[in-house]
Nanobody, 138 residues
């Protein structure tokens, strides 16, 4: 089975930076696109950033210019670098993987996906990590 394990969460003050990592195991890494999602208490899950297998990235409008997603093929790890963090970024962050690039980069379709504002599409993900908490204090 595919396993995704997040690490790197924690607490920082507003304006600070954090990096989250997702270690993937149990399958050949390259055929899957990877993504990060988050869910804050009382809010719906939001697609934060997606990375297609060809390296193209998608970002939610709320994080563009502040978050960067990239992968390290040698270590089977996908990293989400977050800077200029805000209290609204506080949430559980989840790593996910999908068979189809389309769900990590929905803009390719030219058709709006429900609940998507620039980032990946959660209903298209095939595998999920358990999540990790990020807390931003004001």
């Amino acid at each position: 089975d595919v396993e995704l394990r997040e690490s790197g969460g924690g607490s920082v003050q507003a304006g600070g930076s954090l990096s989250l990592s997702c270690a993937a195991s149990g399958y050949a890494y390259s055929p899957y696109c990877m993504a990060w999602f988050r869910q804050a208490p009382g809010k719906e899950r939001e697609g934060v950033a997606g990375l297609a297998t060809d390296g193209r990235a998608s970002y939610a409008d709320s994080v563009k210019g502040r978050f960067t997603i990239f992968k390290d093929v040698a270590t089977n790890t996908v990293t989400l670098q977050m800077k200029d963090l805000k209290p609204d970024d506080t949430a559980m962050y989840y790593c996910a993987a999908a068979h189809l690039d389309l769900y990590c980069h929905p803009d390719d379709s030219g058709v709006p996906f429900p609940g998507v504002s620039g980032g990946p599409y959660d209903a298209g993900m095939d595998y999920w990590g358990e999540g990790i908490l990020v807390t931003i204090s004001s």
